[in-house]
């Protein structure tokens, strides 16, 4: 089963100078934990609600002030909307991530595919197998 058939799409998108109160109201009123950071390059960095909580809680107090591109995760672990889903687990698995920005292979932002997904789509066991690689003490 391709990526295509269990991404969420279209992704809640920001750009980096979007402040990070207004990606926590997104992240509320979607029921979402990341939030892709575009910008007219394409796919910059992602905030997630633990980079909110880690990153920036513990050091700023007016957090309406701050844009995303002080918070956002850049060490970006994409996969391409036309690759299996074991190998988007498998990703997942070995970068210890949870979620995965899925590309075109020009390498636009075309959704997110998450642990959940997999769950929910595809394989519970599939999903089971990346989860427990991704939160392995390494």
Do not use: W, Y
Not at 30 to 41: A, L
Not at 45 to 62: F, K, M, N, Y
């Amino acid at each position: 089963m391709q990526i295509r058939q269990l991404m969420t799409t279209p992704p809640v998108c920001v750009g980096p100078d979007a402040s990070v109160r207004d990606v926590a109201v997104l992240m509320k009123i979607h029921d979402i934990g990341v939030v892709p950071i575009v910008s007219e390059s394409g796919l910059v960095g992602l905030l997630t609600d633990r980079d909110l909580v880690l990153r920036l809680l513990p050091q700023t107090t007016a957090l309406s002030e701050v844009p995303v591109s002080q918070a956002m995760s850049t060490r970006l672990v994409t996969c391409f909307a036309d690759q299996d889903v074991a190998e988007a687990a498998a990703i997942m698995g070995d970068n210890q991530v949870r979620r995965l920005p899925v590309l075109d292979r020009s390498g636009e932002l075309l959704g997110v595919l998450s642990v959940g997904d997999i769950a929910e789509n595809a394989s519970e066991e599939l999903a089971g197998q990346a989860l427990g690689e991704i939160i392995e003490e390494r």
